[in-house]
């Protein structure tokens, strides 16, 4: 009953209006202007998104999103949504949906995703846009849900090699796409558009730059745990438009202060840790303060590093392309690895967690080889297995039991 | 029944004898574990391919590798590990998913194999991508001539194309004769044999596939309920005794391991690399392509012309490609009027009693479903 509500509710154009207010009054108690930034865009988006005012497309979380703003439409993450969904402790509703259709193995954001999409809790897509980046899990699942609402699927495949081959291939691809896509919705694609969408994206990127060289600072100014929230969010659904910009400003302002003010987010640091992984579990659960109550602090993690250069508007395919290929999560682990290494390095870390969130077979797949390196550097790394979405694939008391093991044998 | 068993124990033999003999050889020996490898590369160069085949279990490569990974990647990893494959030198993994590329990682890593190779595969099949496609196969040219120290000239790639082409006509052979009911093989073996041919050199195949065929009755007298047998790595074909034990009748295979092949031979009036291309790339999909649509007009295509009556798709657990695939292809066959079944299962053989009844009422809903014709046809 509640469900059907609440998706009766959130179809309505008008209810983003009537909560906007509300949600400013109850997060206020944030001291962090940011985040209310990060729900107001969430709400501009999917008002935006139900009024269907502009072409909906849904994308995957790796296409860059200034793609999306360049051909004038509203993006909607279906991964992010349900990651929404369980940091709002409603996953099951939608699993138990999923897993009538598809096997409970496979990623439970996806199963999520699927779920929330047959109870009515999506806005209607005009098209889907999704790349081979990171996972097989995406590229068959937005293929799935192309055959769900008989829309057309988009689909950029990534080249394992980023050299002169692959990259003609892949922005092949990119042309082609943008032209099939402006047909489809008759939105022309207009460079001067996709002009002003790359100057927010550089100037976004320069914040979240700044950002993460701020972050280096002792004690940890910042919490792992919330850039893995709304940080990301941001980061994967709004570059490429205004209220990114004011986001990463806000945020770097708002870091600065506590930097200045030499505060650190946990009364006393005595460890630091880099987190392994794009996602964290977002449904209610003690990883983080079981890690604050040992004074661990998540210091950095992987999906906050800028792996991109700026977007050139003089060439526009080849920047974009550019940026899709400088994925660490492309090519060989190695990438990964180096990665890690470079971020361990230079936040000054004492250990690390890989997150080895289940169904997520790329990364989990990597995690030996990560912890085996960073073990021979010096860099002690525990493998946490979890579940990002499902909470039932969760067990509070024995992940207690081997954080502070971790937590201890760093000491 | 003496006949069928001999073939299967000189096949048996024949395998036992020709991986003995892998330790002997001059030639590398280079694995592979993907059908879309283009193997005919390897025999150009000289080499040896070897299909990885690892019997379970695969305790060694979960060690390595999470629990949640596809069995066989992890059994390819725990042999590796084990040095079951004492005689190889080199290991091409193919790009085509998450499973392979962690494989490939893995063992680069933890195995001190000087070769190994990730050759990419796009998912999509436009001119582009078979462009990028031949450029891949021109890499792996590269590193087998570098680490080797072989040339491949065009002459001995021609040579070795004609001889994938007449493993080709064969294979064909071998499926229509199962496909009429002509075989003289159950179709545990016929499987077994179909397998046998991506770990034998082709001049050790070939006769062996010649025999059966030549053994085939001019007239079919198999009767069964028609079953299409598609999915993901099937090492183990126990579930095909079962089908056959429950009445069924495999007269159609889409497996990794046999039958989702190129429909056509290799191209020998083109540029060699870009016919090895296409011939690859456009053959019928995997679930790891894109296009899913393909696929499911082409395992479509496979149940009308076999008078298939029911569908059973096996796939390995954490195989993430088929597992989205099974409810869109269920959805096509639904219209279709073809029931199917979906075995989802662990890479270790040995399935207990629940699939076997799983398979068993499969067979008798089919039986009791159908025309009066269809049902009279299948006694």
Redesign the interface.
Known sequence: MIERLIAWLIRRPHYYYLVRGPLRVYYARYANPAFMIWVSFLLRTYKEAFARTRPVIWSSAFVPTELVYGLGGVPVHPEILASLMAYFDISGWFLEKADT???T???SFYRIALGMAMAGFLPQPDLLLSS?TF???S???F??LS?LYNVPHF?L?V???DGR??RR?LV??LKDLTDSIAQLTGIPWRPERMERVVELSNRARGYLLQINDLRKSRPAPFPGSEALSYGVGMMFCSIGTEPSVNFYRALCRFIQQKVDQGAGYLPEEKHRLLWLHHIRPYYPNNIFDVLNGNGAAVVFEEASHVYWPQLDNRAIFESVAQKILSNFSNG???RRVDNALKMAKTYEVDGAIHF?H??C??S??????LA??LKAQGIPCMIL?GDGGDPSNYSPGQTQTRLEAFVEMLE | MAEDRTILTDLRETIERYMGSLSVREAPVIGWCCSYVPVEILESAGLVPLRLLPPPPAEMGD????P???GYVRAIMGEGLARAYPFLSGLVVM?T???M??????W???HDLSFVH?M?L???T?P??V??FR?EIE?LIDRVSSHFGVSISTETMASCFRASNRTHTLLQQVQDLMGQGRLDLTDYEAIELLKATGILARETCHPLLKRVINESPMEGDRRGVPILLTGSMLENPEIVSMIEAGGGWVVAQDLCVAGRRSENPISLTEDPLMALARHYLLRPPC??M?D?QRRIDYVSNLVRSYHVRGVIYYVL??C??F??????LK?TLDHMGIPMLII?SEYRGGWGGGIQTRIQAFLEMLNGAGSPDQREATR
């Open positions: 259709r598809i096997s193995d496979l990623c081979s996972c097989d899990g590229n068959k699942f293929g799935y055959q689909f495949d080249p394992y090699h081959h692959g291939y092949d691809q060989p682990l190695e080895s289940w169904g077979r790329q989990c797949g990597g995690a030996s080889v085996d390196v297995d | 060690a390595y590798l999470n949640n990974f596809c790009n998913c998450d499973g590329r962690r494989l490939f990682d893995a680069s890593h933890f990730l990419d796009p998912r999509i436009t582009g991508a462009v990028y450029e890499r679930a790891r894109q899913s657990k954490f993430d490609t597992l989205y695939e099974a409810p869109v959805q989802e």
